[in-house]
């Protein structure tokens, strides 16, 4: 199938250029664009700036594990990234995902074209995307989407801040009447190699729900839906070889079993949505549209062995493995006045969105406390929340040029707040057994008192945008946003972009850009405690630190400033007989005081003015964000599309995407007494994310029957990590390829049944070394994009009246 489909593509290419041209995209019927410029009727192909448009058709056949929105996204645009990792804490809950190989507070999300807050938690015992306060693309239920168009360039000057990589923008269903259900069940269906076993787990339930209510009022729609999911967890260990540091006495008790849990924890999940619009006159609307999400998610932690440190013999005698857990709920809210009418089109709007995660563990101990200590903690909570307003204008002037130009303006204030609150005393108190036992929650001490924080900051923004066909086959857009925050510098971001089609249907494009994202202020404020390979390859307690603690200070951290970004980008577009589209884009993005969390410090190589510090707060290890490295990121995106018509009584579909980014860091400033940046977070930015993706899609469709075949190839991923002294085990895991496929009958006019496989030959990334398998228990690492639970296979059945 792939090679019919590469096949059909070289074959359209030919047959295009052999024949007459047609007419110009924008005067086609392909979906007219809200994301990239604010000029009128441009289409993807038709924009200066390349933009991926996503329909909920191929939403619907994205064969998503669990059901998960941004998982499905990554398996339609190469050029987005989100790895399922494992062991992970938070991430482990709430995934972070890349666009053109940046950070994942690196891209910019609209919903409906007003930004989307961000989580609450910074990911930082992830590998991808570590320390960052992502969007939570989960939070947003995939039955309430109508199309998704994905923005890859730089777009500060007329978004502002975090859109350094580009812009995801959600556009919900408006359909107003029809009511919509589907239900689906999924489970992992794998042959395990490192155990020898055929597993299956991760039963997965997913119901959705849509309707259009009736309002009674001409031009008025509401649309309303829910999503349910329920996932049981993945185990994917090998077997225990118990590690030498440990004590002997444990290899008869747990020796050769499968200790360990990596894989996905267990979640259940309950999103509810809206949106709808009414007429408050014959020129004005009022419209809103919000989001719900509750979700309780559980992660895995690493085992404790029976006799040691981190145990007490008497509660656990076979050793146990903590459960850290997730209550995770996010509300977002937008209510607003448009019109157009009139000679301006206008907007103004009210954006609210909140996210709240409140963490736990379970399943475990705190063995200073002795036998008496409580097996389930309260770890802490977080909550970010996010309040805009908005007033946007444009309109189309006649100014002697060929085609009208557009002229847009706005207006922005933003409140962001972010607060944090203990733990349970008990999950971090030194108990009377401290001399000889670990003190605090095993997997999750709780956060202190006076790690608490309550932030906030007030930010006033201005933007202008001008759009105009220069000739006939030219056409500029510039943009330029000056922004004002109550904790940061004055930033002025710009942009310019050109299209020049020098034959029909044949055009060049490229812009320049300069974008900024100011430090989240979770990662300004956040603090937590979690276990992760330190010294010597044993597990450490690492408290990630606020850049204003005590320790942080006299470490080096200093005060946060705003990540500065200056992009390129060019590229040609096709547009030929035969709905033959073809388009390449080159850009590189180099980032300024690039915000990271530092080089895990141990107590051990501190200065010893600072070591007394460590010992009082019972830290072992630590770390803290800082903006010491620069750094510069050069891809390509290829994207070819190809439809034919009667092909065995159908219609075929066939596409190739192709998205290489290269990241290298340009400077470091390791500031203070310790190395901020070394072998471990160069490596989580320069090698830890594939380099390249590549999709090739085949979707074949007639009245009663579709098929789909997908091919991925996922790139080649490095892990290096420092265990001291000088041992720093590395392995570059190879590339691996992908196949998922879907098969539906049209049952009815209103029924729909479906099935698929995704990984459908059951492919696994290679096996971890002996120096980096944790002796056996973690066979697989979380870097590549293929996963670690193998084949998954689901079916399900849609009705629609």
């Given at each position: 199938m792939a090679g019919a489909a590469l096949a059909g593509l070289l074959t359209g290419m030919a047959a295009a250029q052999d024949a007459a041209p047609a007419t110009p995209a924008a005067d086609s019927d392909e979906e007219v664009l809200v994301t990239g410029t604010r000029a009128r009727g441009r289409t993807a192909v038709t924009t200066p700036v390349p933009v991926d448009v996503v329909s909920k058709a191929e939403l619907d056949q994205a064969g998503a594990i669990g059901g998960d929105f941004g998982q499905a996204l990554q398996n339609i645009v190469p050029s987005f990234n989100m790895q399922r990792q494992s062991n992970s804490g938070t991430a482990d809950i709430i995934r972070p995902a890349q666009l053109r190989g940046m950070s994942p507070d690196q891209v910019l999300v609209l919903v409906n074209g007003k930004r989307r807050h961000t989580t609450s938690v910074t990911t930082t015992e992830a590998k991808t995307g570590r320390g960052t306060a992502p969007v939570d693309f989960n939070s947003i239920p995939s039955n309430a989407i109508k199309r998704i168009e994905v923005l890859r360039d730089g777009a500060g000057a007329q978004y502002g801040s975090d859109a350094i990589a580009g812009v995801v923008n959600v556009i919900l269903d408006d359909a107003p009447e029809g009511i919509e259900i589907d239900a689906s069940y999924g489970f992992h269906d794998t042959s395990?190699?490192?155990?020898?076993?055929?597993?299956?787990?991760?039963?997965?339930?997913?119901?959705?729900?849509?309707?259009?209510?009736?309002?009674?009022?001409?031009?008025?729609?509401?649309?309303?839906?829910?999503?349910?999911?329920?996932r049981n967890q993945t185990n994917r260990a090998g077997f225990d070889q118990v590690p030498f540091f440990e004590d002997p006495a444990n290899i008869p008790l747990v020796g050769g079993k499968r200790n360990f849990r990596p894989g996905d924890g267990a979640t259940e999940n309950l999103n509810v949505w809206f949106n709808g619009a009414i007429p408050v006159d014959e020129a004005m609307e009022f419209y809103a549209f919000g989001t719900y999400n509750d979700r309780n998610a559980e992660g895995t932690g690493f085992f404790r062995y029976p006799v040691g440190f981190q145990n007490i013999p008497s509660v656990y005698p076979n050793g146990y493995r903590p459960i850290t857990t997730g209550d995770n709920r996010d509300i977002a809210l937008t209510a607003g006045l448009r019109s157009d009418a009139g000679a301006w089109d206008w907007d103004v709007s009210a954006n609210y969105g909140r996210n709240d995660f409140d963490g736990g563990v379970k399943h475990t101990i705190n063995p200073s406390l002795g036998p008496t200590s409580p097996t389930e903690f309260f770890t802490g909570s977080f909550q970010n929340e996010l309040f805009t307003l908005n007033a946007d204008a444009s309109r189309e002037f006649d100014i002697g040029l060929a085609t009208p130009a557009t002229l847009a303006f706005g207006a922005e204030y933003?409140?962001?707040?972010?607060?944090?609150?203990?733990?349970?005393?008990?999950?971090?108190?030194?108990?009377?057994?401290?001399?000889?036992?670990?003190?605090?929650?095993?997997?999750?001490?709780?956060?202190?008192?006076?790690?608490?924080?309550?932030?906030?900051?007030?930010?006033?923004?201005?933007?202008?945008?001008?759009?105009?066909?220069?000739?006939?086959?030219?056409?500029?857009?510039?943009?330029?946003r000056y922004e004002n925050s109550s904790d940061y510098d004055d930033t002025l971001a710009g942009k310019a972009a050109l299209r020049w089609e020098f034959l029909p249907n044949l055009a060049l494009r490229a812009s320049v850009s300069n974008s900024f994202r100011a430090p989240s202020l979770v990662q300004v404020g956040f603090a937590t405690s979690s276990t992760s390979f330190g010294a010597g390859g044993q597990l450490t307690s690492v408290g990630t630190l606020s850049v204003d603690d005590p320790l942080a200070r006299a470490l080096g951290a200093q005060d946060l400033d705003a990540e500065k970004a200056l992009a390129y980008s060019a590229g040609f577009?096709?547009?030929?007989?035969?709905?033959?589209?073809?388009?390449?884009?080159?850009?590189?993005?180099?980032?300024?005081?690039?915000?990271?969390?530092?080089?895990?410090?141990?107590?051990?190589?501190?200065?010893?003015?600072?070591?007394?510090?460590?010992?009082?707060?019972?830290?072992?290890?630590?770390?803290?964000?800082?903006?010491?490295?620069?750094?510069?990121?050069?891809?390509?995106?290829?994207?070819?599309?190809?439809?034919?018509?009667?092909?065995?009584?159908?219609?075929?579909?066939?596409?190739?995407?192709?998205?290489?980014?290269?990241?290298?860091?340009?400077?470091?400033?390791?500031?203070?007494?310790?190395?901020?940046?070394?072998?471990?977070?160069?490596?989580?930015?320069?090698?830890?994310?594939?380099?390249?993706r590549f999709i090739l899609t085949a979707d074949w469709t007639d009245d009663?029957?579709?098929?789909?075949?997908?091919?991925?190839?996922?790139?080649?991923?490095?892990?290096?990590?420092?265990?001291?002294?000088?041992?720093?085990?590395?392995?570059?895991?190879?590339?691996?390829?992908?196949?998922?496929?879907?098969?539906?009958?049209?049952?009815?006019?209103?029924?729909?049944?479906?099935?698929?496989?995704?990984?459908?030959?059951?492919?696994?990334?290679?096996?971890?070394?002996?120096?980096?398998?944790?002796?056996?228990?973690?066979?697989?690492?979380?870097?590549?994009?293929?996963?670690?639970?193998?084949?998954?296979?689901?079916?399900?059945?849609?009705?629609?009246?």
């Open positions: 395990f190699a490192p155990t020898q076993q055929d597993i299956t787990d991760g039963e997965t339930w997913i119901i959705q729900g849509s309707a259009g209510i009736p309002l009674g009022v001409e031009g008025a729609f509401l649309r309303a839906g829910f999503e349910y999911k329920d933003r409140r962001e707040a972010f607060q944090s609150h203990a733990g349970d005393p008990l999950s971090y108190a030194a108990g009377p057994f401290a001399d000889s036992l670990a003190i605090g929650a095993q997997a999750g001490s709780g956060l202190r008192p006076e790690e608490e924080r309550d932030l906030n900051r007030d930010v006033v923004s201005v933007y202008a945008e001008f759009s105009a066909d220069l000739a006939e086959n030219l056409f500029l857009d510039v943009a330029g577009t096709a547009t030929l007989p035969g709905s033959f589209t073809f388009s390449v884009d080159a850009y590189q993005i180099d980032v300024d005081d690039r915000i990271t969390l530092s080089e895990r410090i141990d107590a051990s190589s501190a200065p010893l003015s600072v070591q007394p510090i460590f010992a009082a707060r019972n830290i072992s290890a630590a770390n803290f964000f800082t903006n010491a490295i620069d750094t510069q990121t050069q891809g390509i995106d290829v994207v070819i599309t190809h439809a034919f018509d009667e092909v065995l009584g159908g219609q075929l579909n066939l596409s190739a995407a192709f998205s290489y980014a290269d990241t290298d860091i340009t400077g470091v400033r390791n500031i203070g007494p310790v190395v901020v940046i070394g072998v471990e977070e160069s490596n989580t930015i320069e090698g830890a994310a594939p380099k390249e009663v029957l579709s098929g789909l075949v997908r091919l991925t190839y996922q790139g080649e991923a490095t892990r290096i990590f420092n265990f001291g002294g000088g041992f720093e085990p590395e392995q570059t895991y190879g590339g691996e390829w992908q196949v998922d496929v879907e098969g539906s009958w049209q049952v009815t006019e209103n029924i729909n049944v479906y099935a698929g496989a995704s990984n459908l030959f059951d492919q696994y990334p290679d096996l971890s070394s002996a120096d980096i398998n944790y002796f056996g228990n973690l066979p697989y690492d979380v870097l590549s994009p293929i996963g670690m639970n193998g084949r998954y296979l689901y079916m399900g059945v849609r009705t629609h009246f």
